[in-house]
Each structure stands twice: as C-alpha cells, then as structure tokens.
C-alpha cells in the first residue's frame, strides 16, 4: 500500500519543482520514433546474416518510424497549446 498523500491539482500547480516536469510525451515519442530508426537501418544492413524475415521487419521498423512521426506532431502541438494556457 502506498503510503504518500495524494497531491491535488492545486497543489501541483502551485509547487514550482512539481510543475516544472514535463509530461508532455515528447521525449517519450522521440525517443520511441529514433529508436525504430536505429533499427530499420540494422535490419537493413545486417538483417540478412541475423537469420531474420528481413522483408517483414524492414515493414515492421518502418511503420512503426513513420507513425512516430505523426505522434510526434500531436504530442508537440498539444505541449504548444498547454503551454499557451498555462499561467505565467
């Protein structure tokens, strides 16, 4: 059982070190995006001599970079609008 109060929202906000984190999601999605990146270009130069259906995880490693993309643009314009409303 956890044993730490719950913050309110109010409380949050008013706490400058709990405000100041950033749950946006962007780093997560970069992250995620480079990473399926990474891998799309090592199926394609080594894939062959790993013993793997190169074919099927070139498909898969680059659908999975091209909807990071997207993501990335989603989860960027709804930090932008957060952070418009958000009081100075």
Do not use: F, N, Y
Request: charged residues 25%.
């Amino acid at each position: 059982m956890d044993a730490r109060p719950r913050l309110s929202l109010e409380q949050i906000e008013a706490d400058p070190e709990l405000r100041s984190r950033d749950d946006s999601g962007v780093a997560a999605i970069a992250v995620g995006t480079v990473l399926w990146v990474v891998a799309l270009v090592a199926v394609i130069l080594w894939g062959s001599t790993w013993g793997v259906d190169v074919e099927r995880w070139t498909l898969v490693c680059a659908i999975g970079a091209l909807l990071g993309i997207p993501g990335l643009a989603l989860v960027m314009g709804r930090r932008s609008r957060q952070r418009k409303r958000a009081p100075r």
